[in-house]
């Protein structure tokens, strides 16, 4: 019997069996017999999601082209199949070949979101691995971990083996490498993992210790063994027109969350806003050239016959080269009738000229993120955008055409007051009105302006990593409040769940000692938090009181300045320096110009030889 024939009967069961069939149009099955390391690329949620993720797409398309490297590829069963492959006694498995995760010699996970860590520890459980990183033997596979949420991997930290902290394409090829040498020359597990903490980039949890003061709070962190660094240093690659790409990629049966190509123009930003993580993890900033993007948005479109291309960055408009870019591709997109998209436009660049080519193609609707709805709390978040700006911005999509706008907030910023709050519903109702303002039609139903609104979540490296959450009952005042303050019904609220922005929160400035929490919400069953069907705020308070952990004390308060921080052990390029004079800015109401404007000495230019996009201001950092 073939390894997939005895899952066969098993996809009778449930309800989208595509999610495990594997078999895709353009999917390649790698050469398992002749390759000396087998990799298993584990998604911690469903097929639909994983399959959206250009970063596993990316590494994935790596290891298969190293020459050595068998990778394949496996998703968090929706539990209709979990619950068929604990019946029939059956191991989680890879896509390409159906054999076992547990027979890898890795194994795999991106960490995109905490919420997803359960599921991280669901899929070990499901391939028969070990749990615990201390518990796993020299027949077990590695499991290794990245993504943005390892620049915290404390509270998944007893389960992983090793983390990668950075930009992966060059550095797991050193580490699997590595781990490819130590196997032919039969070093053992613990020899392997402390040779993996050598490598530039590379975290082992097992290689440090953590010792806590009487009120909870960190006291040291440092290596138990000599040898092993104090400080772990982010990976980047310089030059993106030489990473790979994966241009061939399979394309899934089912629809996925993101079914498009998705080409990537650049790396890091030039913003500063003080609660984006993403802001500043992957600074410095660095573009891919027009000519190469033009390239591999054709040969993905060739390969995969979608009819979409997503310019995808954390804000598109800063890309220095974006109107050439456009050209180059509506020179042939238009034939093939290709749309392209812009999903995160910035209000201050937004080109009029731009969207009027962009219209040539598909007309929808457009995304903003003024994120407060005051100037004074968007001085204080450092968005360094006016109301003028966004008013004028909005105008000028109503004057091509759109009549639908989405505007993304927060609510809980530091500082934040109640006149905030009832900003939020002024600034919609004054776009509403600049709509109104001048005849314009708009299919007959007028316009819409749609506002969401998050919950803010204190992240590491962000200037904001000292601030509490608001309470859970001071959140859900404010989602009320802004709700009572919306007069229109041109406005379409739509907020967050405060309390799983909290379980959020506990888990982004964790330590350790949440570990116990997650081997008991396991032990629970507890998974796909990040699924309002599957997500239970009081099952994951009962879980914490009978671990004795409090999470009031990693969401709810304010860190001390000098405190040690769960991960300050983590060198991300951005210094800690720069992230204080940061946050004294904030509670200042001041505003830092962007890179392209002047260098505000963030340290992030150390990571690439001194190179960067600011003009070589005075360094601060």
């Known amino acids: 019997m073939s390894n997939y024939e005895k899952y066969a009967p098993l996809l009778e069961c449930v309800e989208k069996p595509g999610r495990y069939v594997g078999g895709e149009y353009s999917s390649d099955v790698p050469d398992c017999k002749n390759a000396d390391l087998r990799v298993c690329f584990c998604f911690p949620d469903i097929y639909e999601i994983g399959m959206s993720n250009l970063g596993m797409k990316i590494l994935q398309g790596n290891f298969n082209n190293s020459g050595y490297i068998c990778c394949e ?7 209709d199949m979990r619950d068929q492959l604990i019946k029939h006694n059956l191991p989680l498995y890879a896509l390409e070949s159906g054999d076992a995760i547990n027979v890898f010699d890795i194994v795999a996970f991106t960490l995109q979101y905490e919420l997803s860590y359960t599921n991280v520890i669901a899929m070990l459980g499901l391939g028969g691995i070990p749990l615990l990183s201390k518990d796993r033997g020299e ?46 020359q ?36 440092a290596p138990n063994r000599e040898g092993v660094p104090a400080t772990v240093t982010k990976r980047i690659i310089e030059d993106l027109d030489k990473a790979y790409f994966p241009c061939k990629c399979a394309v899934p049966f089912l629809e996925t969350v993101h079914d498009r190509v998705m080409l990537e123009v650049f790396r890091g930003c030039i913003r500063g806003c003080r ?7 992957y600074r410095p900033y660095r573009e891919k050239s027009p000519e190469v993007l033009n390239e591999n948005a054709r040969a993905s479109i ?5 009819s979409e291309i997503s310019l995808t960055s954390l804000s598109i408009s800063d890309y220095t080269h974006l109107r050439e870019l456009i050209n180059s591709l509506l020179e042939w997109t238009d034939d093939k009738k290709v749309n392209l998209s812009l999903p995160s436009m910035r209000i201050d660049n937004f080109y009029e000229e731009l969207l009027e080519k962009i219209s040539s193609v598909r007309k929808s609707g457009l995304t903003f993120a003024p994120e407060a709805g005051t100037q004074r709390l968007r001085d204080v978040i450092n968005k360094n955008i006016t109301e003028e700006e966004i008013i004028s911005a909005c105008e000028k999509a109503f004057d091509g055409g759109r009549s639908s706008l989405k505007l993304y907030f927060m609510n809980g910023l530091p500082t934040e007051t109640d006149e905030d709050i009832k900003g939020i519903a ?18 007959g139903r007028g316009v819409n302006v749609t506002v969401s609104v998050s919950c803010f979540v ?44 909290r379980i959020e929160a506990v888990f982004a400035r964790g330590d350790r000692k949440l570990g116990a929490a997650l081997l008991e919400a396991y032990n629970r069953n507890m998974m796909l938090d990040g699924w309002d069907e599957y997500f239970s705020y009081d099952k994951w308070i009962d879980v914490f009181e009978s671990c004795g952990i409090d999470p009031a004390f990693y969401a709810n308060r304010r860190f001390g300045i000098d405190e040690i921080l769960p991960w300050d052990f983590i060198d991300i390029g951005v210094t800690k320096k720069f992230m204080k004079l940061e946050y004294t800015r904030s509670l200042n109401a001041e505003t830092t110009p962007d890179c392209r404007t002047k260098c505000s000495g963030c340290g992030a230019k150390s990571l690439c030889n001194g190179k960067c996009v600011c003009d070589g201001g005075n360094e601060n950092g």
């Not at 609660?275 to 993890?281: D, R, V």
């Open 458 to 501: 204190p992240k590491p490296f962000t200037p904001f990593q000292w601030e509490p959450q608001d309470s859970l009952e001071e959140l859900e005042r404010k989602q009320a409040l802004l709700r009572s303050a919306i007069t229109t019904k041109k406005i379409s609220y739509k907020y967050h769940d405060a309390r799983v922005s």
């Open 426 to 443: 002024s600034l919609g109702q004054n776009i509403v009105d600049t709509y109104y303002s001048k005849k314009r039609f708009g299919g």
């Open 275 to 281: 609660f984006c993580q993403a802001g500043m993890i």
């Open 73 to 79: 590829r496996s998703y968090m069963p929706w539990p």
């Open 302 to 306: 060739d390969h995969s016959g979608y």
């Open 186 to 221: 039969g070093v053992s597990r613990e020899e392997t993992l402390f040779r993996a903490s050598q490598l530039k980039g590379f975290y082992v949890p097992s290689l440090y210790t953590v010792e806590y003061n009487g009120d909870g709070t960190i006291s040291s962190f």
């Open 139 to 184: 027949a077990d596979p590695i499991i290794i971990a990245g993504g943005p949420c390892a620049y915290n991997p404390e509270p998944i930290a007893d389960f992983i083996d090793i983390f990668s902290i950075g930009e992966g394409e060059e550095a797991l090829l050193e580490l699997t490498a590595l781990i490819r040498d130590c196997k032919k």
